[in-house]
């Protein structure tokens, strides 16, 4: 079993639709979340960081944690053909540590 | 802030020569640096870890001798493939983590290609 796992996709919404992205993982011990986007022959640009369960937002972009469930989520609103990329979940079990990457999701936003 | 960049973004060599890519903390000082490697529509693939002033830590699987890392500064390391054979040709990235905090910042990527 993986310990990460990611749908790789690949996600195809109309522009203005609300993008649901999501990660699982098995390990208990993992306790900072990350969520980074991945344009085609670029490097990774991070989107948002939490370390504890719940919501946290910044702009159209809301992180969700739910560490009883092993679960995280990335939610875009009002979805931009720009928006369009890979997007990584990564997972780390202590400060500094090595990152645990998802497969990541491939999304495209149709204008 | 928080910008990391690399060297070359491009490189073309011929098999066997060596190349060396540059990664820099451009307005941080960065105490580990990690090194990934990335094959088209996969995620990152862990190489080694760097802490400044210190040897390497490489992920199994990962030759060392291949792949030469140095961490000279808190501000600069350097992966060396030496050696380099067609199968060597990928997407390298590198990330820094800052002092103080747990975030990773990647650096734009060198596309290496061996001929």
């Known amino acids: 079993q993986k310990e990460v796992e990611q749908d790789p996709g690949p996600l195809s919404v109309p522009e203005g639709a609300i993008v649901s992205l999501n990660c699982t993982y098995s390990?208990?011990?993992?306790?900072?979340f990350m969520w980074y986007r991945q344009y085609s022959r670029k490097g990774p640009e991070l989107l948002m960081y939490?370390?504890?369960?719940g919501n946290k937002e910044d702009g159209r972009f809301t992180a969700q944690v739910d560490k009883s469930s092993k679960y995280i989520s990335l939610f875009i609103r009002d979805s931009q053909p720009s928006d369009s990329a890979t997007y990584l979940c990564?997972?780390?079990?202590?400060?500094?540590?090595?990152?645990?990457f998802g497969e990541g999701t491939q999304l495209t936003v149709n204008p | 802030g928080a910008v990391v960049s690399q060297h070359p973004s491009r490189v073309i060599c011929k098999s066997g020569t060596s190349v060396k890519i540059e990664c820099r903390s451009l307005?941080?000082?960065?105490?580990?640096m990690f090194w990934y490697r990335q094959f088209p529509k996969k995620s990152l693939m862990l190489m080694a870890t760097?802490?400044?002033?210190?040897?390497?830590?490489?992920e199994q699987g990962v030759e060392k001798d291949k792949f030469l890392i140095n961490h000279a500064s808190l501000t600069l390391s350097t992966l060396t493939v030496t050696s380099a054979h067609p199968e060597d040709s990928s997407f390298y990235i590198c990330?820094?983590?800052?002092?103080?905090?747990?975030?990773?910042?990647f650096g734009p990527g060198t596309r290496l290609t061996v001929l």
């Open positions: 990330s820094a983590s800052l002092r103080t905090g747990n975030e990773q910042f």
């Open positions: 390990n208990s011990a993992f306790q900072y």
């Open positions: 939490t370390y504890s369960s």
């Open positions: 990564a997972i780390q079990e202590t400060s500094g540590s090595r990152l645990t």
């Open positions: 307005d941080f000082q960065a105490t580990t």
């Open positions: 760097s802490n400044e002033g210190s040897k390497a830590t490489y």
